[in-house]
């Protein structure tokens, strides 16, 4: 019994990094740059199967692939808000116009990425294996993948919250979530700060990409599922919180494991009424203010 | 020409007198045009219920509802099962009946969220309901996808029509009701509206399940087009970013730019799923972030300015002409 507990927990707490990753690229993109990003799924999908390709064509190591996979997911979301979403920007009157128009056009990039990726490496589950041998957590016995990914998930989540919280332009970032007018009148450049979030969330999309690749088959309509749940996290975790995104990416880890061992078809559905009753409770999650 | 001079005092009357006539000469249209060009008049007409119903809430509202497929979706469902077992428009009308149910308890639970909260909730409603009846089907039907009864092209179209024409009615009905003011004095300022003694959340449910009744209905009729069904076909996203976009895509100023929006979207989607299924996804991706960007008040826009500046020119030369003659 006490074991069953400990592996759905470690299991849980193993996802529960990945996710985290994800929600925070989310919550950049929509608690800074307003953009609500339904395309979120594809930039880790992008980042997934350059991992793919690097490892099985290339032979690198998907550990490296991580520094080189994630910066290029960066210059294309960088690029796309300084081409598309400032140009909307600029045409939208009021934040509320930018926002829905904003997310339409982010479910035309899904289309797109998809149908891209789709004609690129057709439609079937592709996957490769690395650092599977067993390795034995208080008794619960995981592939070391799976640790690996964890580590790495902390990592680039207090390296991140780091420079949030530490550097000049990580308080620019700050200062622009709060009260985007006001940062603009103390000298923050405002459009180079929500290019940025908007890049530095396709490049957590592409971190979590390629730590998705390690542990699972990938195939070029997984975005969906994972913009789902990012979408489910910030909510849960409150919008703009990294610790929140963090808190909020273990607690549904673990509900996703302990569902998926009592009722796997079930898990998505646990989510939503996770998700449902979140938003009813309190709408702006557990970090929110 | 005493019909005449009403029509041209009295704008309501004109309006109606066009729209009757369009709807009749479309009731008609099956008599001498080929059957392709009835099928793809079905789904113009149901993408213009689908967006005219959607604008009939999120237009005056703001309230940015992604949950035209859930609705589709329940509607789809509803045919599949009930199909076999009662006449045809009992069958719709249920349907619709069962939409509203959904919609009432999704309009009380969410429409006191705010902005995007509110859009965030019924993006997730549609996923959360297609895993709930693939779930259902898997353990208690033990099957994954249904038969729907097919029917008649034809019969296809007239309940399309039917549902438009009535859906047209409610429309006008309701933006010219104080119940009409209410929702958009809500679309501007909840607080005053809620202050002024309009009693907000009854209006904005009330309109909410209205618009829910006529997707379920629309999805009720499509569903015996497709005689297979499964709950990814059913509760698909698209069906809600469709009417959100067909009504951006044609202004949202005007009933008739939603109108025109659905019909050249709808042909335009035809038009690439036929001649490029492999680059469709693409392109219309492509043709949805260019019409966001570059027409902001959408083809309604367009074509206003166009006649502006018509109008401009003719009265300039009206002007150059008199001072000739003089």
Redesign the interface.
């Given at each position: 019994m006490i074991t069953t507990i400990l592996d759905i927990l470690i299991a849980g707490l193993l996802m529960g990094g990945i996710y985290a990753i994800i929600a925070v690229g989310l919550s950049l993109q929509?608690g800074v740059a307003r953009v609500?990003n339904?395309s979120h799924g594809e930039f880790i999908m992008l980042g997934a199967f350059g991992t793919w390709i690097l490892f099985t064509a290339f032979g690198i190591n998907p550990l490296i692939s991580l520094v080189m996979c994630a910066p290029v997911l960066f210059l294309l979301g960088f690029y796309i808000h300084k081409t598309?979403f400032r140009?909307?920007l600029r045409?939208?009157k009021i934040i509320?116009i930018f926002?829905?128009?904003s997310?339409?056009?982010a479910?035309?990039?899904?289309?797109?990425i998809?149908?891209?990726a789709?004609?690129v490496w057709g439609s079937d589950i592709k996957g490769y294996s690395y650092l599977n041998s067993p390795v034995n957590i208080a008794g619960a016995v995981f592939p070391a993948n799976r640790l690996v990914t964890l580590l790495f998930a902390l990592l680039i989540g207090a390296v991140f919250y780091l420079f949030l919280s530490r550097t000049r332009m990580g308080k620019a970032i700050r200062a622009s979530a709060q009260d985007p007018a006001a940062a603009g009148l103390m000298g923050v450049n405002i459009n180079q700060v929500l290019a940025l979030c908007f890049g530095f969330g396709a490049l957590m999309a592409g971190f979590a990409g390629t730590l998705l690749s390690l542990c699972f088959p990938i195939k070029a309509t997984m975005g969906?599922e994972y913009t789902?749940i990012a979408?489910?996290i910030v909510?849960l975790g409150g919008l703009g919180s990294i610790v929140g995104s963090f808190i909020g990416g273990f607690i549904l880890g673990i509900i996703s494991s302990l569902v998926s061992y009592i009722e796997p078809?079930?898990t998505?559905?646990a989510y939503?009424?996770i998700?449902?009753l979140m938003?009813?409770i309190k709408?702006k999650g557990i970090m929110g203010k | 020409m005493e019909i005449l001079t009403l029509l041209k005092s009295n704008k309501t009357l004109r309006t109606a007198t066009i729209v009757v006539l369009i709807l009749l000469i479309l009731a008609t249209l099956p008599i001498y045009t080929p059957d392709y060009t009835i099928v793809l008049l079905s789904s113009i007409l149901m993408y213009v219920v689908l967006t005219v119903s959607w604008v009939l809430f999120s237009g005056p509202t703001g309230y940015i509802s992604l949950a035209p497929a859930a609705f589709i979706g329940v509607g789809i469902y509803s045919t599949a099962i009930l199909g076999d077992s009662m006449p045809f428009p009992v069958v719709v009308l249920v349907s619709g009946i069962v939409t509203i149910f959904i919609a009432l308890l999704v309009g009380a639970l969410t429409l006191r969220l705010k902005g995007i909260y509110f859009t965030i909730f019924t993006f997730g409603l549609l996923e959360l309901i297609r895993h709930l009846v693939l779930f259902l089907e898997l353990h208690l039907t033990g099957t994954r996808g249904r038969f729907v009864i097919a029917q008649d092209f034809i019969t296809v179209y007239f309940y399309m029509l039917i549902i438009l024409a009535v859906l047209l009615l409610v429309t006008f009905l309701i933006n010219r009701s104080k119940y009409g003011l209410a929702l958009r004095s809500i679309g501007q300022n909840e607080e005053a509206a809620s202050h002024i003694g309009v009693n907000v959340t009854t209006v904005k449910i009330a309109t909410f399940v209205i618009s829910a009744f006529f997707m379920g209905a629309a999805g009720a009729v499509m569903a015996t087009r497709w005689t297979y069904i499964d709950p990814g076909i059913a509760f698909n996203m698209f069906f809600s970013f469709m009417p959100v976009m067909m009504a951006l895509f044609g202004g949202m100023a005007h009933l008739y730019g939603p109108i025109i929006g659905s019909v050249v979207f709808t042909y335009l989607e035809e038009f690439l799923l036929t001649k490029l299924p492999e680059l469709y996804m693409m392109l219309f991706g492509a043709i949805f972030i260019v019409a966001i960007l570059y027409l902001p008040d959408g083809l309604l826009g367009v074509i206003q300015k166009g006649w502006a500046a018509l109008m401009r020119k003719v009265r300039k030369d009206n002007l150059g002409g008199n001072h000739a003659n003089s």
């Amino acid at each position: 019994m006490i074991t069953t507990i400990l592996d759905i927990l470690i299991a849980g707490l193993l996802m529960g990094g990945i996710y985290a990753i994800i929600a925070v690229g989310l919550s950049l993109q929509y608690g800074v740059a307003r953009v609500f990003n339904v395309s979120h799924g594809e930039f880790i999908m992008l980042g997934a199967f350059g991992t793919w390709i690097l490892f099985t064509a290339f032979g690198i190591n998907p550990l490296i692939s991580l520094v080189m996979c994630a910066p290029v997911l960066f210059l294309l979301g960088f690029y796309i808000h300084k081409t598309i979403f400032r140009t909307l920007l600029r045409s939208s009157k009021i934040i509320e116009i930018f926002e829905s128009k904003s997310m339409l056009v982010a479910f035309g990039l899904m289309y797109i990425i998809q149908n891209i990726a789709i004609l690129v490496w057709g439609s079937d589950i592709k996957g490769y294996s690395y650092l599977n041998s067993p390795v034995n957590i208080a008794g619960a016995v995981f592939p070391a993948n799976r640790l690996v990914t964890l580590l790495f998930a902390l990592l680039i989540g207090a390296v991140f919250y780091l420079f949030l919280s530490r550097t000049r332009m990580g308080k620019a970032i700050r200062a622009s979530a709060q009260d985007p007018a006001a940062a603009g009148l103390m000298g923050v450049n405002i459009n180079q700060v929500l290019a940025l979030c908007f890049g530095f969330g396709a490049l957590m999309a592409g971190f979590a990409g390629t730590l998705l690749s390690l542990c699972f088959p990938i195939k070029a309509t997984m975005g969906m599922e994972y913009t789902i749940i990012a979408i489910i996290i910030v909510t849960l975790g409150g919008l703009g919180s990294i610790v929140g995104s963090f808190i909020g990416g273990f607690i549904l880890g673990i509900i996703s494991s302990l569902v998926s061992y009592i009722e796997p078809s079930l898990t998505l559905v646990a989510y939503y009424v996770i998700f449902i009753l979140m938003l009813l409770i309190k709408p702006k999650g557990i970090m929110g203010k | 020409m005493e019909i005449l001079t009403l029509l041209k005092s009295n704008k309501t009357l004109r309006t109606a007198t066009i729209v009757v006539l369009i709807l009749l000469i479309l009731a008609t249209l099956p008599i001498y045009t080929p059957d392709y060009t009835i099928v793809l008049l079905s789904s113009i007409l149901m993408y213009v219920v689908l967006t005219v119903s959607w604008v009939l809430f999120s237009g005056p509202t703001g309230y940015i509802s992604l949950a035209p497929a859930a609705f589709i979706g329940v509607g789809i469902y509803s045919t599949a099962i009930l199909g076999d077992s009662m006449p045809f428009p009992v069958v719709v009308l249920v349907s619709g009946i069962v939409t509203i149910f959904i919609a009432l308890l999704v309009g009380a639970l969410t429409l006191r969220l705010k902005g995007i909260y509110f859009t965030i909730f019924t993006f997730g409603l549609l996923e959360l309901i297609r895993h709930l009846v693939l779930f259902l089907e898997l353990h208690l039907t033990g099957t994954r996808g249904r038969f729907v009864i097919a029917q008649d092209f034809i019969t296809v179209y007239f309940y399309m029509l039917i549902i438009l024409a009535v859906l047209l009615l409610v429309t006008f009905l309701i933006n010219r009701s104080k119940y009409g003011l209410a929702l958009r004095s809500i679309g501007q300022n909840e607080e005053a509206a809620s202050h002024i003694g309009v009693n907000v959340t009854t209006v904005k449910i009330a309109t909410f399940v209205i618009s829910a009744f006529f997707m379920g209905a629309a999805g009720a009729v499509m569903a015996t087009r497709w005689t297979y069904i499964d709950p990814g076909i059913a509760f698909n996203m698209f069906f809600s970013f469709m009417p959100v976009m067909m009504a951006l895509f044609g202004g949202m100023a005007h009933l008739y730019g939603p109108i025109i929006g659905s019909v050249v979207f709808t042909y335009l989607e035809e038009f690439l799923l036929t001649k490029l299924p492999e680059l469709y996804m693409m392109l219309f991706g492509a043709i949805f972030i260019v019409a966001i960007l570059y027409l902001p008040d959408g083809l309604l826009g367009v074509i206003q300015k166009g006649w502006a500046a018509l109008m401009r020119k003719v009265r300039k030369d009206n002007l150059g002409g008199n001072h000739a003659n003089s």
